[in-house]
């Protein structure tokens, strides 16, 4: 039976609204809807996209290393701590070395001019206005007073008052780790501010570096 004209237009109108339902847009007589365009910032983009959506939000500048002495571990704690565990061997291993009263003439001539040579410095750091603190930026190179003959007197003056309290209290085991709170402190604190300081200060304290030892007494020449 011959079909009516435009059935075949119905029919395929029927395929098309099948295809394209109501309100998607695209079909005959339907506005077309708007496609993500490539390299769109709102969509993210696709595959391809040359401008990642991590490029969206701003990322914080973080200083150079070097603009600041990135010091982790405070020196009075690694001493600290190395006292506290020669007093837990010594609770499980009692060992007795300093005996009698000359003990404390050896305790003394090791604190005395550990208090002394701390007060030292310290005075010379607030005249020369610059940060005590290890991990604070320094201001200002100071070359002068107990720093010309140590590079470090504030940590020479841990490492004596340490041995001395050591000694006082007949600590032997504290006393073998005063060696390794030195080891520690001048691997992952001095060598740390060094980077700093030159940093900061360039030649003059290369050639500070060049006159005055790290720990005690200057360089020949």
């Known amino acids: 039976m011959p079909q009516p004209a435009g059935s075949t237009w119905s029919a395929a109108s029927r395929r098309e609204r099948r295809a394209h339902p109501r309100g998607l847009g695209n079909g005959p007589g339907r506005p077309a809807v708007p496609q993500p365009r490539r ?20 990322r914080r500048r973080e200083p150079p290393v070097s ?35 000359s003990r404390w003439l050896l305790a003394a001539a090791l604190g005395l001019p550990a208090v002394a040579l701390a007060l030292w410095a310290l005075l010379t750091f607030r005249r020369a206005d610059t940060a005590i603190e290890p991990w604070a930026p320094a201001r200002n190179l100071v070359t002068h007073g107990p720093y010309a003959y140590t590079r470090n007197p504030m940590y020479v003056s841990l490492t004596l008052l340490t041995a001395g309290a050591a000694v006082a209290l007949d600590l032997p085991w504290a006393l073998l780790l005063v060696p390794v709170a030195v080891l520690v402190t001048d691997r992952y604190v001095i060598a740390r501010e060094e980077v700093h300081l030159s940093h900061m200060f360039g030649a003059a304290y290369r050639s500070y570096c060049a006159r005055t030892r790290r720990w005690l007494g200057r360089k020949a020449g």
């Not at 390299?39 to 401008?51: E, K, M, Q």
């Not at 571990?73 to 007795?96: E, K, M, T, V």
Request: charged letters at 15%; a positive charge.
């Open 39 to 58: 390299g769109d910032r709102r969509t993210g983009g696709g595959a391809g996209d040359r401008n990642p959506a991590h490029l969206l939000t701003p």
């Open 67 to 101: 603009d600041r002495p990135n010091v982790k571990l405070p020196p009075p704690a690694i001493y600290a701590g190395a006292f506290a565990i020669g007093c837990g061997l010594h609770w499980l291993l009692p060992w007795s070395a300093f005996a009698g009263p």
